[in-house]
């Protein structure tokens, strides 16, 4: 079986680690990994779309795993995670690439396709709401700020990242295994996640990217919409973000679908990794 290749490439004044996989001649699809991943949280799409003749880049975003990690906080703000993706996709030699993206990695991708439309071929989302869509929902039901309380925690300087490390970072891997149905990620996937948030910054960077976006989140216009045709797929036991997100996240689609799965968390791409990437191959194989 054809190994995951691991490079750097230079993007936006930073290098960023990327895992790659598949035929190179093939069309691109991009994978954009959310809080707390790196690119190892997709290794089952990785390994699915490169066997149907995708080439498949994830990469470790600013501030996570191998990748390069500023210091300061605002240059995790999402122009400069946009920026990021958008040399990115300049680098991979294709005029489109496919978008993915959860969670965090989601919300970069709604922005990059919502200001560069055209880099990308179709965009495919993993519950993580529109931001004008979240907006609306917030104001309607402000249940969705307890469900986000931990944002507001995230702000506290030095805190946040001296907690989570502590006791072999006990409350980091408690978080994803209580928020996940039973059984989801196996011992060797916390050992590497445990790898990934020891790297010298990174869990301090990873949380930067809360501390720089509060102003973004507060952002929204209800005239961001999306042209690209979009795929949302949720899992609606998401204990973060309501599935609701989801229907209105498609109101701000021009051309948008979407599948909600009952049985699925926010990890519904470690849950059920073999239906994620055959949706996924699906919607973006399709003429």
Not at 92 to 116: I, R
Not at 156 to 185: C, H, Y
Request: hydrophobic share 40%.
């Amino acid at each position: 079986m054809e190994k995951i290749e691991h490079v750097y490439v230079e993007t936006n004044g930073i290098k960023l680690h990327v895992a790659q996989k598949g035929p190179k001649e093939g069309e691109v699809v991009l994978l954009l990994h959310g809080f707390p991943e790196f690119w190892y949280g997709w290794k089952h799409q990785i390994t699915a779309l490169a066997g149907n003749g995708f080439r498949v880049w994830a990469p470790d975003q600013r501030g996570y795993n191998l990748s390069d990690k500023p210091k300061k906080v605002r240059e995790y703000q999402m122009d400069y995670l946009v920026e990021d993706i958008v040399g990115l996709i300049k680098q991979t030699g294709k005029e489109k690439v496919f978008l993915v993206g959860h969670d965090w990695g989601g919300l970069v991708a709604w922005k990059v396709a919502k200001e560069y439309p055209e880099l990308i071929n179709k965009l495919v989302i993993l519950n993580a709401p529109h931001l004008s869509a979240m907006s609306k929902h917030v104001r309607k039901h402000p249940s969705q700020l307890l469900k986000s309380s931990y944002i507001l925690f995230f702000q506290l300087r030095g805190i946040p990242e001296k907690m989570v490390s502590r006791s072999d970072w006990q409350l980091a891997t408690e978080a994803i295994q209580n928020t996940s149905n039973e059984g989801t990620f196996s011992k060797n996937d916390l050992k590497e996640y445990r790898l990934a948030w020891s790297k010298p910054n990174a869990m301090q960077s990873m949380i930067n990217w809360y501390r720089a976006n509060l102003k973004f989140f507060a952002s929204a216009k209800v005239t961001d919409q999306i042209t690209v045709p979009t795929y949302v797929i949720w899992g609606m036991k998401d204990q973060f973000l309501s599935w609701k997100l989801a229907e209105k996240s498609l109101e701000f689609c021009d051309q948008g679908q979407g599948t909600l799965l009952g049985e699925s968390t926010h990890w519904l791409h470690h849950e059920k990794p073999e239906q994620i990437s055959h949706l996924i191959t699906n919607f973006i194989s399709a003429i």
